[in-house]
């Protein structure tokens, strides 16, 4: 018998979007600068493979998304010092969509503050924002 899904893709988007701040990528470049002492956490939840391929926002936090809750919940054995500061964290992904819903398991799990940037890193980049280009990792022998 096929799965019949009850709440759906647009539907866990619109109550995340809902529930978390959203920034748009012009507000985010005008606020955020590389190496200041910023009271902002900008959080690449991208695969590594995404962020070898089109670059990263300079200075981002790498975490896949696959990891975050482990790594954002200190008595987690993969919990990491970034997410227990009292910073903002501001995630992104390549559109918009898993950072929206990684904002939001964020939020819910008690991080905060917390938004994510409207568009993600397409419209970081189309906005002008910097890039960091990435080298590829290289395969273990």
Known sequence: MPQHITRGIKALLAE????IETLSATD??????????NDV???DIRDPREIEREGR????FSCTRGMLEFWIDPDSPYAKPV?????K????????MRSALAAKTAQDMGLHPVA????????????????E?????????
């Open 16 to 19: 995340a979007n809902a529930q």
């Open 28 to 37: 985010v470049i005008a606020a955020y600068q590389v190496g200041a002492d």
């Open 41 to 43: 956490v900008i959080v």
């Open 57 to 60: 926002i300079p200075g981002a």
């Open 83 to 87: 997410f227990q500061g009292d910073k």
């Open 89 to 96: 964290f501001v995630f992104y992904c390549a559109g918009g």
């Open 116 to 131: 994510h940037i409207e568009g993600g890193f397409a419209a970081w980049r189309d906005a002008g924002g910097a890039v």
């Open 133 to 141: 280009h990435v080298e590829p990792r290289k395969a273990k022998a």
